[in-house]
């Protein structure tokens, strides 16, 4: 796949054979990204790294990639060479497993964003979007569906990446879906949206002329009725990642099995 190199992925490889780096390959491959932040305020990609270095049999902690504004630093191999374990998240906390099936550390690129005063955080925070983006790329991922923050696999003990993002003015949720749209400006392969379906039973009155659409939430799916303003019509549901009219994605969905466009009722 054909990826937009807007930025330049740097090793600097910890010593191997040591706490921080054991040298263990990523046997099961890569199958998803972390999202962490450094939790250290105006520390850059190079100062972490380094201490790492120092620190390389002392503890065990570490991670692929740190992330600055000026530039993306891989300490162990997961982009620039043969993926290796890092160890970034906690072995029992199950999380991870439940989600995708594997530890993070045997099949997870743990990524650093560093944030604070002396770092320009639009800068930074758009290397670190690419970044994550480009390991879903190169390695086959969705990344609709493959990135998670350190809070979400550890919520007990940590709150990565959404303090570093905080400080940058940005959300967790809004990271998500920069990370989707970088990947989209970058290999341009547009994703559809990830479905979100709600269970919910109701009556809904039409405001206008309404088509409704066999099987499908969007305009492409053939009509196979058109009912009146003022018509009730009963759902089963609603999905909330329909096709977008006017801005308004919402879809419900009829005993059938077919929906009508959310803007079209009240």
Request: proline letters at 6%.
């Amino acid at each position: 796949m054909n990826f937009k190199q807007k930025y330049i992925v740097t090793p600097k490889y910890l010593t191997p054979g040591t706490l921080r780096r054991k040298g263990a390959p990523m046997e099961p491959g890569v199958k998803f990204v972390v999202a962490h932040d450094t939790g250290n305020p105006g520390s850059t990609a190079n100062a972490n790294v380094r201490y790492y270095e120092n620190s390389k049999n002392v503890m065990s902690a570490s991670a692929h990639l740190f992330v600055d504004d000026a530039e993306i630093i891989e300490c162990i191999p997961a982009l620039t060479a043969a993926p290796e374990k890092a160890w970034h998240v906690l072995y029992n906390v199950p999380t991870d497993n439940s989600l995708f099936g594997f530890n993070a550390n045997d099949a997870a690129v743990g990524v650093e964003y560093c944030f604070g005063d002396r770092i320009d955080a639009d800068e930074a925070y758009r290397k670190y979007l690419w970044v994550i983006a480009y390991t879903c790329a190169k390695f086959g991922l969705d990344p609709k569906a493959s990135v998670v923050g350190h809070f979400f696999l550890d919520p007990q003990r940590k709150t990565d990446p959404v303090t570093g993002l905080a400080r940058s003015r940005r959300t967790y949720e809004q990271l998500l879906k920069d990370v989707v749209v970088e990947y989209h400006d970058c290999t341009g392969i547009q994703l559809p949206p990830t479905s979100h379906f709600v269970v919910q039973t109701g009556i809904a009155r039409t405001t206008v002329r309404l088509n409704i659409r066999k099987g499908e939430p969007n305009t492409k799916a053939p009509a196979v009725q058109s009912v009146i303003p003022g018509t009730q019509l009963v759902f089963s549901g609603w999905e909330e990642n329909g096709e977008s009219v006017n801005n308004i994605s919402k879809w419900y969905k009829t005993a059938e099995g077919n929906y009508f466009w959310g803007g079209g009722v009240v």
